[in-house]
Structures are given as structure tokens and as C-alpha cells.
């Protein structure tokens, strides 16, 4: 088992910054590929950004691509999204989730773990 805590969120201003972590714990976290979704009210959860499990391969959603940055440190067992230039529509709960198999995927349910999840909001 692998568990996940998110923190960071908050409230910010349109072209705000915020960096979300994501502490992992239970297992090897450089055994697992790392990823962040969103989940906005009413909406379906979304693929934010991908990470490899050296941190050498990273993907992003055309929505923020340019804007955010995924990361990792393997020393520290945590995984981060920094969030530049916020929009309004950055509003959601954002998730991390883990998966062993090395495979770039953006489907929510081929990842095995997730955290509880942190509120980003955004005001114009």
C-alpha cells in the first residue's frame, strides 16, 4: 500500500502561484510513477500532468501546459506541482495518484493510489 497526503492549496488571486505537494509513504516511491488530476464541481475528474519514476519524463494536459510543473524528489518521497499564472478555471480539488506499471496514461482509473485531495481556488 502506498499512502498520499496533498498539501498546498488555498485561495489565490487570477495569475497567482501555488505549489502543491504530495507526501508519499508505505512503499518505494521511485517504484511508482506519479501523477496530478483535478476535479471541478459538477465536472468529470481530469489528467493534470504525469511524472516518470526518475523524474526524466514529464507530460501535461494542453490546459496548462506552459503554466504548470510537475516534479519530484525520490530522496524526500514527494511529489510536486507548481501552478503558475492561475485562472479562474484552475479551480478544483487536485489529486495525486501513484501506479507501478511505467506507462504514460491519463485514465484516472489505471492509478492504483490516491490522496485525499487539496481545494485550489482561483478568483478573477
Known amino acids: 500500500q502506498v499512502q498520499l497526503v496533498e498539501s498546498g492549496g488555498g485561495l489565490v488571486q487570477a495569475g497567482g502561484s501555488l505549489r502543491l505537494s504530495c507526501a508519499a509513504s508505505?512503499?518505494?516511491?521511485?517504484?511508482?510513477?506519479m501523477a496530478w488530476f483535478r476535479q471541478a464541481p459538477g465536472k468529470e475528474r481530469e489528467f493534470v500532468a504525469y511524472?516518470?519514476?526518475?523524474?526524466?519524463?514529464?507530460f501535461y494536459d494542453d490546459s496548462v501546459k506552459g503554466r504548470f510543473t510537475i516534479s519530484r524528489d525520490n530522496a524526500k518521497n514527494t511529489a510536486y506541482l507548481k501552478m503558475n499564472s492561475l485562472k479562474p478555471e484552475d479551480t478544483a480539488v487536485y489529486y495525486c495518484?501513484?501506479?507501478?506499471?511505467?506507462?504514460?496514461?491519463?485514465?484516472?482509473?489505471?492509478?492504483?493510489?490516491w490522496g485525499q485531495g487539496t481545494q485550489v481556488t482561483v478568483s478573477s
Open positions: 508505505g512503499r518505494t516511491f521511485s517504484n511508482y510513477v
Open positions: 511524472i516518470s519514476k526518475t523524474g526524466s519524463s514529464t
Open positions: 495518484a501513484a501506479k507501478g506499471v511505467s506507462d504514460y496514461r491519463i485514465a484516472s482509473y489505471v492509478y492504483d493510489y
